[in-house]
């Protein structure tokens, strides 16, 4: 997969073109979705007393058939 950090970007770049204007809101859409996931698995980690102390996009990863995974826990 790739990080959300990367998504982002390419989802950034992607909009100077005019060919890709209609699939922007549904890329959007899927980021969105994404972000969710991580404040879903965040709440679930701090209902368990668990801090996970580096959230940042980078730490993040998309898999390719819509996982979402928070990596990096050892500053947790």
Partial sequence: ???LA?????F???GRGS???E??????????SRFID????????HSCGVLHRDIKPSNIMLGEYG?????????A
């Fill in 38 to 45: 991580v404040c879903n698995a965040v709440e679930y980690a």
């Fill in 23 to 32: 699939r922007r809101p549904l890329e959007l859409r899927r980021l969105l």
């Fill in 67 to 75: 996982e979402t995974l928070l990596v990096d826990w050892g500053l």
């Fill in 12 to 14: 950034h770049g992607a």
């Fill in 6 to 10: 990367d998504a982002v970007k390419r």
């Fill in 19 to 21: 060919a890709s204007a």
């Fill in 1 to 3: 997969g790739e990080s």
